[in-house]
């Protein structure tokens, strides 16, 4: 799997919109890039996913450069409960035996008010 | 649909002592997945499992066991209980041609 490097923490202003990038130079032909949260004490959320298209879905938008390499996932006016950490994934969709998902430290997102 | 269940949400242990944690996903999702979180690191996978009747290895095994004897049902076990499986443990399971996986609200385990 392609290795991803997200910074470790951002701030965001309750109603503005937060842009977390995730860099992952490395990605292949076949891979996806998908973006969970994690909410203090809570199990990871899914959020969104994309090929090479950008993304949208009702809680975020995904927007990936022309060379894939790297993402910028878009929470459009965060809230106070959109503060949680963030994690980048790049994963082939299918195919093989291991179909684990692999969580690094991620970007921890502070929504201040 | 009650989702991903985790039971029970929290335990303490003496070293040496086991223990069975019990996943419950009412989704009919063919994979599940057991993951342990520490402090300052990601989500590591411990065992994982592809469908009914079988079980695989992740990233740290050691110390672990699991069965999936029905679907819906992935159980996590610590024959001898240690410190350094004092952790929070999650459960996850995903239907086929997907990544999206569904978690649980989290175990936590202390080992004294």
């Known amino acids: 799997d392609a290795k991803t490097t997200q910074p470790p923490s951002m701030d965001c202003a309750e109603g503005r919109a937060a842009n977390l990038p995730c860099n992952h130079s490395t990605i292949s032909g076949n891979e996806y890039v998908y973006w969970y949260r994690q909410i203090h004490s809570q199990g990871p959320q899914y959020i969104i996913h994309?090929?090479?298209n950008n993304e949208t879905n009702e809680m975020a938008s995904l927007i990936i450069t022309e060379d894939r390499k790297s993402s910028t996932l878009i929470l459009p006016h965060a809230t106070l409960r959109d503060t949680a950490v963030y994690y980048c994934?790049?994963?082939?969709?299918?195919?093989?035996?291991?179909?684990?998902?692999?969580f690094g430290k991620g970007t921890l997102l502070t929504v201040n008010p | 649909n009650a989702g991903v269940t985790q039971t029970p949400k929290f335990r303490v242990l003496k070293t040496g002592q086991s223990m069975t944690l019990l996943c419950a996903q009412d989704m009919n999702h063919e994979y599940m997945y057991w993951y342990r979180q520490d402090p300052g690191m990601g989500l590591r996978l411990i065992h994982y499992s592809v469908g009914e009747g079988t079980t695989a290895k992740g990233e740290v095994p050691d110390g672990y066991n699991v069965s999936r004897l029905k679907k819906q049902n992935f159980l996590l076990g610590l024959e001898s209980a240690a410190p350094s499986q004092t952790s929070v443990y999650f459960c996850?399971?995903?239907?086929?041609?997907?990544?999206?996986?569904?978690f649980g609200p989290g175990t936590r385990l202390t080992v004294t």
């Open positions: 994309g090929l090479k």
């Open positions: 994934i790049v994963r082939v969709a299918s195919g093989g035996s291991n179909y684990k998902l692999t």
């Open positions: 996850a399971s995903r239907s086929t041609g997907t990544y999206e996986q569904y």
